[in-house]
């Protein structure tokens, strides 16, 4: 069985596919993801449930919900269910099962030590197969407490990360033009993240579209300035110049 959290969450067995409409025990399954394999404590769960509005019942109303939520991961084949009650609260237990999110990180893991042993190829295969897992916004209606929401931004970051290694690792193999489109929908959707104008204005000048890399960096610093009142960094300045100078360092190994 694996878990699905990078998206709206679900669970997958096998070919079948489910999810949870009952919004406050989806919020308890997705914290309890979020720390598989860790306590979560009760007080914990009713923060993140009902936040600063936890009815005087809170406790038993969450221990009817872990009833449920265990009745939702029953499975014919399984005796024991994933979710176990500690003494100061509860933990889901992967045992064998998968979850996204760490699915993911070991492939980021095997790309990077793939990419420091010049493995390039090898590398950007599972940046990308990891990017793959990725099925839209994490637990987006689910972001209301402190376990999820700050998952959330640890993940986007992690994709983030991911992303620029992938881009790094195709330009190296000089994939040049196939990466083009990619960084405009990537700048589209972040449009304050410099390392993708820089990685488009190098992707453009290899492709001999020297006049729309500069028109790029143009386009950057505009957003900058407006956005957030600042210059360019000296990376991207430094990288400007050298397309306008057409330096030599700029040209695919």
Known sequence: MRYEILGPLRVVDRSSVTSISARKIEVLLAALLVRADEVVSSEDLVKEIWGTRAPRQAVA???????????????????????????????????????????????VRQGRAAQRAGRTHEACEAYEEGLEFWRGPVLEDLRDGAIVNGFVCWAEQARL????????????????????????????????????????????????????????????????SEELGLEPSAALKRLHHAVLVDAPELEAA
């Open 61 to 107: 109303a969450l221990h009817v919900y872990v009833s449920q939520l265990r009745k939702f991961l029953r499975r014919p084949n399984r005796t024991e269910s994933p979710i176990v009650t500690a003494r100061s609260g509860y933990v889901l237990r992967l045992g064998d099962d998968e979850l996204d999110f760490h699915v993911f990180q070991g492939l």
């Open 161 to 224: 990360e991911c992303v620029e290694s992938f881009v790094e690792a195709g330009l190296e193999l000089g994939r040049h033009r196939e990466f083009v489109s990619y960084l405009y929908a990537r700048i589209e959707e972040l449009p304050l993240n410099e390392a993708f104008y820089r990685q488009l204005m190098l992707a453009l000048y290899r492709s001999g579209c020297r006049a729309d890399a500069l028109h790029v960096y143009q386009s950057a610093r505009a957003v900058l």
